[in-house]
């Protein structure tokens, strides 16, 4: 059985030899579905695994308040209505009115996105982020201090001039040499550096390790333009108490923007697993697109497998028949055509899975996504083209295993 077998996948690559030009196009249709379904299915999973990493430090146990719900709806073909935005009165009374148990507030507003920081005579492009906090936004962000220390309430409270800065300004401005203790200035402030944050690399081209923290009063005695929106962060220590510390957090800012019990909140609130599943929702839809794309491919590709094997069912029919007079059975020869149509099928797919991973691996280090290796579209992949061989081959096997000997053997 087994020489039979080895046999038979001798003559099905000799044949494939023997055809290459239309084998290779035929692998070539194959692996463009295999591409499109591998490769956008690994970019899809570098997001969700970038989007994972970066809310996870975040915690499940943290709830944002903000101006917007996170999710976008629209009423009618029309916006709805424009809240307010988040002052600094609403979240330093927030802070001050908010004691749920075993929670922390931070409070923080980016003064700008394109500060230019100065050391020495050294000086950074106009790309810095500057962010206003009080002592508790490096921990409810999910931050971590590397060198040195964190801002303190010490620091706060009395708005000393200390800056914690992100891990990029050790190489950037400071030329590797030790930033802790140093002076830095910004827009004509000074401030001593006291922390380096330890890296956390790019999300959608924002670079997370190019930015200053400082002390809220001062960032606005920095930063005064009008409409200033604040961002207000609760960590809750205890995951049970989290939908307590959410329902006292509404209430506490409702009467804060004394709104009467009828009056629909004109504020959001989300938690940052939310976040993470509206993201994810949005991504399902990418995933739909890659199955679509590649199903139509294959389906194409199919055709043509099924035509080149009806093809060379033709012209090879003095052969089928020569190999039926020596004694070959017709499962012999139903065997030895689909064999070639599985193995052409598995060529596409592996060359589409190949491809789909290196579009995949490109599409994550531009966008500076956390790329791992895609084992369950590969295993899609694989399974794929094992039932494109299947459904494109066995109708010309059984047709060449039908073939009455003598009418082959009179075929010119």
Do not use: C
């Not at 490769?39 to 903000?66: H, P, R, Y």
């Not at 810095?128 to 409810?140: C, Q, R």
């Not at 300004?169 to 040499?177: P, S």
Request: proline share 3%; net charge neutral.
């Amino acid at each position: 059985m087994f020489p039979l077998f080895k046999e038979n996948i001798r003559i099905a690559f000799y044949s494939i030899k023997s055809q290459l030009l239309r084998t290779i196009l035929t692998v070539l249709i194959i692996a463009i579905g295999i591409t499109a379904l591998v490769g956008i299915l690994s970019a899809v999973t570098a997001l969700e695994n970038t989007i994972s990493s970066d809310f996870a430090s975040m915690g499940a146990n943290t709830f944002n308040l903000q101006r917007y719900e996170s999710q976008v709806r629209r009423n009618g073909g029309e916006n709805e209505k424009v809240n307010p935005i988040i002052g600094y009165r609403e979240v330093k009374e927030f802070k001050d009115k908010f004691l749920f148990p075993k929670t922390q507030t931070s409070i923080s507003f980016t003064g700008t996105s394109n500060a230019e920081v100065k050391y020495e005579n050294e000086k950074t492009d106009p790309e810095v982020s500057v962010l206003g906090v009080n002592e508790n936004f490096i921990t409810n962000a999910g931050l971590k201090v590397e060198e040195g220390r964190d801002l303190n309430v010490f620091d706060i409270e009395n708005n000393n001039h200390v800056a914690v800065l992100g891990s990029d300004f050790k190489e950037g401005l400071f030329k590797g040499l030790n930033p802790i203790g140093q002076t830095i200035s910004i827009r004509g402030a000074k401030f001593r550096v006291v922390g380096i944050l330890e890296s956390k690399g790019s999300t959608f081209g924002n670079n997370q390790d190019l930015r200053v923290l400082i002390p809220v009063q001062i960032a606005r005695s920095i930063f005064t333009a009008p409409n200033i929106n604040y961002n207000i962060s609760v960590r809750v220590e205890d995951k049970e108490m989290l939908e307590g510390a959410q329902s006292e957090a509404i209430i506490t800012f409702r009467n804060i923007r004394g709104l009467n019990p009828v009056e629909e909140n004109n504020f959001g609130i989300a938690k940052s697993d939310d976040l993470i599943n509206r993201i994810f929702s949005i991504t399902q839809y990418l995933n739909i697109a890659a199955w679509v794309i590649s199903i139509i491919t294959i389906f194409g590709s199919s055709i043509a497998l099924m035509n080149i094997m009806l093809v060379s069912v033709s012209e090879r029919t003095r052969e089928i028949g020569v190999r039926k007079a020596l004694g070959a059975k017709n499962n012999t020869i139903a065997t030895q055509f689909f064999m070639e149509t599985l193995i052409i099928g598995q060529l596409g797919g592996i060359l589409g899975i190949i491809l789909g991973i290196l579009i995949g691996y490109a599409v994550s280090s531009a966008a500076d996504f956390k790329f791992v290796t895609p084992w369950v579209a590969m295993l899609w992949a694989t399974a794929i083209t094992i039932v494109v061989a299947i459904l494109a081959g066995s109708y010309p096997a059984a047709k060449a295993a039908k073939q009455d000997p003598i009418e082959s053997l009179r075929y010119e």
